[in-house]
């Protein structure tokens, strides 16, 4: 089952641009992560978020966490050509230690 | 270098053919993951193993089996029971609690001919 949804789907920005790309989920949560998947490649782990955490940085991500609303949102700041990947964000619940992803957001980076 | 080997990288298979995807990793990490992707989605888990000689199904094992007798080695069999193979195949391990965040091997593509 998929416990998380993206929103966009798809996002195409130019370069420099910001990118934001938005999680929701349906359950409690123990933690919340992000990944990058560039295409026909496995997954690779940007960051993590716990639920009692509301914001992280990494270099030039950010990620936020809002477990009111059940959503998180992923912030790439001055994009390059090289972030174009599908983003997808993953729920790790209570008591249950396998991971359930989303569906990713495609990002395009226009150079 | 540390990390998760899948192979083949790509592999077809006959109707009715058994076919087993390989999945080796060096990070002695005890919990290993089987995920399928389809183009355009998101990861759907097929089977998972926290210890040696224990694994449990995922959300879509039909059709699929596995074994954990080693720590560094999660294969992976898609019977001729799984009727629709086709698909983006990716296997990941983690120390235990996923908290510290999966590594991912590089995928094997199965096609059915």
């Known amino acids: 089952s998929q416990q998380g949804e993206e929103d966009p789907q798809a996002l195409s920005i130019q370069e420099g641009e910001n990118a934001t790309m938005n999680c929701s989920y349906k359950t409690s949560i123990n933690n919340l992560q992000w990944y990058r998947q560039n295409s026909g490649r496995g997954l690779v782990h940007l960051i993590l978020?716990?639920?009692?955490?509301r914001e992280k940085h990494s270099g030039r991500l950010r990620v936020t966490l809002d477990t009111s609303k059940k959503s998180s949102s992923l912030l790439i700041t001055a994009s390059r050509a090289a972030d174009t990947a599908s983003y997808f964000c993953a729920t790790d619940n209570f008591g249950n230690e396998k991971l359930t992803f989303g569906t990713g957001t495609r990002l395009t980076i226009i150079p | 270098d540390g990390g998760i080997t899948q192979s083949p990288k790509y592999l077809f298979r006959k109707e009715g053919q058994n076919v087993t995807l390989s999945c080796e990793q060096n990070l002695n990490h005890d919990a290993m993951y089987w995920y399928r992707q389809d183009p355009g989605q998101g990861l759907r888990l097929i089977y998972y193993s926290q210890i040696v000689n224990d694994f449990q199904k995922g959300d879509i094992a039909e059709g699929y089996s596995v074994s954990r007798e080693k720590k560094e080695s999660f294969p992976l069999t898609v019977t001729s029971a799984q009727k629709n193979p086709t698909a983006f195949y990716l296997c990941?391990?983690?120390?235990?609690?996923?908290?510290?965040?999966?590594?991912f091997g590089s995928g094997t593509r199965l096609t059915v001919v």
């Open positions: 978020i716990r639920s009692n955490e």
């Open positions: 990941a391990s983690s120390p235990p609690a996923s908290r510290y965040g999966y590594t």
